[in-house]
Structures are given as structure tokens and as C-alpha cells.
């Protein structure tokens, strides 16, 4: 006896119990990784999702419930296509500390030239008398 199409792809038959097509139930264990908050591959997962309602307070930042909580609790992971995207914020984020390291030298260096030689802040570096020296 041939499969029910209909019934394989909805998981219902319009004919119900007057079908003449076979309604074969698939037991697929549930899939983990959707269980956990995320499948990366989505629809074409061979194990089974299981959609929960998920915890709107642990969506804010705290739930009160715990891991008792009977709703789900997402832990969803950073947005990317794969290594490549994951290689690529890897060297913005190089980038980004050695950009910060400079700028800390930089600071330290500047503050260690205020001590040493007094402050500076004037572009011309002259104050006081010598600072109109060529209308003596």
C-alpha cells in the first residue's frame, strides 16, 4: 500500500478515515541543538523541532524560574554565515585591540611628557613672555 502524500507532507488527511493511502507516523527523536535554542540547519534537519513558547523573562535578562522554568530559555549564538564570518570578526576584534593598545602607549607617553616638561596644550608651545616675540 502506497504513502498518503498529503498526510506526509501536513502531517494530516483531508480524507480522514476514508483515505485508501497509508498514514505512516515517522518517530524521529527531537533534535538537541533545537532544544537548546538553535538548529543551524533549520528545515532540513532530519530530526524532529519541537516548537516551546519561550520565557519572556529570561528574554529580559532573568528568570525567576530557574532551570525549573517549563517555557524555554534561547541561548542564541551570535549571527554569522560560518567560519569564514567568525575568522573575519576574530581580525576586527585584533584590529580593534591593537588599535586600543596604541592609543593607551600614546596617552601614557603624552601624560609621562606633561610631568617631565610641564603642560603643553597650546599648538605653539610658547606662553607667558615669549609669546608674541615678533612684536618686540
Given at each position: 500500500?502506497?504513502?498518503?502524500?498529503?498526510?506526509k507532507?501536513?502531517?494530516?488527511?483531508?480524507s480522514?478515515?476514508n483515505c485508501?493511502y497509508?498514514?505512516?507516523?515517522?518517530?524521529?527523536?527531537p533534535?538537541?541543538?533545537?532544544?537548546?535554542?538553535?538548529?543551524?540547519?533549520?528545515?532540513?534537519?532530519e530530526?524532529r523541532?519541537?516548537?516551546r513558547?519561550?520565557c519572556?523573562?529570561?528574554m529580559?535578562g532573568?528568570?525567576?524560574?530557574?532551570?525549573?522554568?517549563?517555557?524555554?530559555h534561547l541561548?542564541?549564538?551570535?549571527?554569522g554565515?560560518?567560519?569564514?564570518?567568525?575568522?573575519?570578526?576574530?581580525?576586527?576584534r585584533?584590529r580593534?585591540?591593537?588599535?586600543?593598545?596604541?592609543v593607551?602607549?600614546?596617552?601614557?607617553r603624552?601624560?609621562?611628557?606633561r610631568?617631565?616638561?610641564?603642560?603643553?596644550?597650546?599648538?605653539?608651545g610658547?606662553?607667558?613672555?615669549?609669546?608674541?616675540?615678533?612684536d618686540?
Amino acid at each position: 500500500m502506497s504513502e498518503c502524500q498529503f498526510f506526509k507532507q501536513n502531517g494530516y488527511c483531508q480524507s480522514d478515515d476514508n483515505c485508501l493511502y497509508l498514514h505512516r507516523r515517522e518517530v524521529r527523536p527531537p533534535c538537541e541543538a533545537y532544544e537548546a535554542g538553535f538548529c543551524k540547519k533549520g528545515p532540513q534537519c532530519e530530526n524532529r523541532h519541537v516548537r516551546r513558547q519561550a520565557c519572556e523573562f529570561y528574554m529580559c535578562g532573568f528568570c525567576p524560574d530557574g532551570r525549573g522554568c517549563k517555557k524555554v530559555h534561547l541561548k542564541v549564538p551570535a549571527l554569522g554565515k560560518g567560519d569564514a564570518d567568525e575568522k573575519e570578526r576574530d581580525k576586527e576584534r585584533d584590529r580593534e585591540k591593537e588599535r586600543r593598545e596604541r592609543v593607551e602607549e600614546l596617552e601614557r607617553r603624552e601624560e609621562e611628557n606633561r610631568r617631565e616638561f610641564g603642560r603643553r596644550d597650546r599648538r605653539s608651545g610658547r606662553s607667558g613672555k615669549w609669546k608674541n616675540r615678533r612684536d618686540r
